[in-house]
């Protein structure tokens, strides 16, 4: 059987699989099941090869990459996206680990006899999505988690708290909701334990980075922690600005799955992060979280977008010049493999993206269509199947 059968035989639905380990350490929108890069990869790559995501979301195609002991690089305009992706493939030392939660943690605890802690500059908003007691402790915790010397453990510790920020607010409902701006009724809002909820999240992350390092090591034998993170890079910003510097003939393989046009807003979706991290201490670390605003409008197909004038010109115009970086920099015979989905508004849209790459010079493999399980249906609009498409350069 050749490549492009097996392919064709496989059910890309995976209808008995979901996303678990370090992949489940923060929520994202439209992330895609990790069985996609993880068959996919081992099919266009061998070990050492580079393998790029320019839309890297939550890290879903860097943790399998890595894991299967190919080099990756990732771009996101989205500075949430890349520090959970961040905290996915970082595997911080565990001693050290476990001793900066417990100076966090007791930290946060002290601070309840001594000093007042400094309100957070935006109290009163915060006060619209948490109870008064859980806003107090979260507080502390970012305050203390702040204190982290080690920039790397302090990122770490930071996508923990970002992912526990939902849960602990008391909008109960999808992050829909969230990111639409929906805030809980005043008869909604109830206190969470903040604290425990920090506590449980931060010692699954510590279980789970180092089983993550443990399937490195399957792949890559006896791998030094040191020796994988050399494996990864993270590039903040628009992904055809960031191609732009990659030399021509340079990637083995292309494993992504671009922003759907007018189905999500991935930078909306996380507001709560950017509402808790937009602090004076976090801005001089320029991890960029302050400017939710311009990246909310930078993003490309944004839901919130389509109703602008030229909005699908717009985005049709940026997946053109997204192909063309993408042809220059692939290897000659490499291949790239996008994940795409189309709103029911816009029926045409997956079929005009491969006119768009077949323009560009690509020719087209493979096109099968995978099934969007119900619950992720109901969270991205009129989504209701996909497509996976392969794509040559030859
Ligand atoms: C469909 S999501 C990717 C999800 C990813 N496959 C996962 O499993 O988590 C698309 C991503 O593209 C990012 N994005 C949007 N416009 C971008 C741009 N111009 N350059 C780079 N990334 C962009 C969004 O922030 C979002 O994280």
């Known amino acids: 059987m050749n490549l492009t059968e097996h392919l064709e035989n496989i059910d890309w639905s995976f209808p008995n699989l979901s996303n678990s380990g370090i992949h489940s350490l923060h929520w994202y929108p439209a992330t895609y099941i990790a069985a996609i890069p993880g ?31 190919r080099n990756f690089i990732g771009m996101d305009t989205n500075p949430i996206a890349l520090l959970m992706s961040e905290a996915k493939l970082y595997f911080p030392d565990p001693k050290s680990l476990r001793k900066q939660i417990d100076i966090t943690i007791n930290e ?22 948490y109870h008064p007691d859980t806003l107090f402790i979260l507080n502390r915790l970012l305050s203390s988690i702040l204190e982290t010397k080690s920039l790397q453990l302090k990122k770490c510790l930071l996508a923990i708290f970002s992912g526990i920020l939902k849960n602990t607010s008391s909008q109960g ?10 805030k809980p009724k ?10 425990l909820t920090f506590r449980n999240a931060t010692n699954e992350y510590l279980k789970l980075t180092q089983l993550s390092h443990k399937a490195v090591q399957v792949h890559v034998d006896k791998e030094t922690r040191t020796q994988t993170r050399s494996r990864y890079k993270l590039l903040a910003g628009d992904c055809v600005a960031n191609m732009e510097s990659i030399p021509n003939d340079h990637i083995d393989f ?6 759907y046009y007018g189905v999500a807003d991935y930078v909306k979706s996380q507001r ?16 960029g979280f302050r400017d939710f605003e311009k990246l909310r409008s930078a993003e490309s197909g944004a839901r919130s977008n389509r109703s602008r004038k030229n ?33 029911q508004a816009r029926a045409s849209t997956t079929d005009e993206l491969i006119f768009s790459a077949i323009n560009q010079g690509f020719t087209l493999a493979l096109r099968k269509e995978r099934n969007i399980k119900i619950s992720r249906r109901r969270l991205m609009a009129k989504v209701k199947c996909e497509d996976i498409l392969i794509f040559i350069k030859n």
Not at 41 to 68: H, Y
Not at 173 to 182: F, L, S
Not at 319 to 324: I, L
């Open 39 to 69: 068959t996919l990869i081992p099919a266009f790559t061998k070990k050492g090869d580079i393998v790029l995501d320019p839309f890297n979301g939550s890290g879903t195609t860097g943790v399998e990459a890595v894991r299967l002991g």
């Open 108 to 129: 946060s605890e002290n601070l309840f006899g001594t000093k007042l802690a400094e309100p957070h500059p935006h109290e009163e908003e915060l006060r619209a999505w």
């Open 173 to 182: 409902r999808h992050w829909g909701w969230v990111c639409d701006n929906v």
């Open 186 to 195: 005043p008869s909604e809002i109830v206190p969470k334990d903040a604290l």
């Open 254 to 259: 292309i494993m992504t799955s671009p922003p």
């Open 272 to 287: 709560l992060s950017y509402l808790w991290f937009d602090k004076d201490e976090l801005a001089a670390e320029r991890l």
């Open 311 to 343: 909005s699908h010109e717009l985005y049709m115009s940026f997946m053109a010049s997204f192909f063309k970086q993408s042809f220059r920099i692939l290897k000659n015979g490499s291949s790239m493999a996008l994940v795409v989905g189309e709103s």
